[in-house]
C-alpha cells in the first residue's frame, strides 16, 4: 500500500485560494484510485473528490463543484487538489486517499490514508 504525505495547507481569506498536494511513496500510484476526504470540526469525515487509475474524474461532491479539481502526476507520484473560490464551509482536515477499487466513495472503499493537512478559510 502507498505511503501518503499531504501538505499545502493553510489559513486564507474567503474567495482566496490552495492548493493541496500528495505524495505517494511505496507503491506506484498508477494502480490506484486516489482521492480527498475532508472533516470538518464537530463533524463527519466527507469524501471531496476522486480520481480513477485511467484518471478519469469519478466523483466530487457536490459542495466542491466548479471550484475544486482532482488532479495528479503518475511521474511523480503526486496527487493534487487546486481549490478555488474557498468558503468557510470549506475549513477541516483534508486527507489523501487510495483505493484500488471504488464503488462509492466512502471510506470503506480507501485503505490508504494520509495524516492530513488543515484548511481553514476565515469566516
Known amino acids: 500500500q502507498p505511503h501518503l504525505v499531504e501538505s499545502g495547507g493553510g489559513l486564507v481569506q474567503p474567495g482566496g485560494s490552495l492548493r493541496l498536494s500528495c505524495a505517494a511513496s511505496?507503491?506506484?500510484?498508477?494502480?490506484?484510485?486516489v482521492g480527498w476526504f475532508r472533516q470538518a470540526p464537530g463533524k463527519e469525515r466527507e469524501g471531496v473528490s476522486c480520481i480513477t487509475k485511467s484518471d478519469v474524474r469519478t466523483y466530487d461532491t457536490d459542495s466542491v463543484k466548479g471550484r475544486f479539481t482532482i488532479s495528479r502526476d503518475k511521474a511523480k507520484n503526486m496527487v493534487y487538489l487546486q481549490m478555488n473560490s474557498l468558503k468557510p464551509e470549506d475549513t477541516g482536515v483534508y486527507f489523501c486517499?487510495?483505493?484500488?477499487?471504488?464503488?462509492?466513495?466512502?471510506?470503506?472503499?480507501?485503505?490508504?490514508w494520509g495524516r492530513g493537512t488543515q484548511v481553514t478559510v476565515l469566516s
Open positions: 486517499v487510495a483505493a484500488v477499487i471504488v464503488t462509492d466513495m466512502s471510506e470503506g472503499d480507501f485503505d490508504s
Open positions: 511505496g507503491f506506484p500510484l498508477d494502480f490506484y484510485a
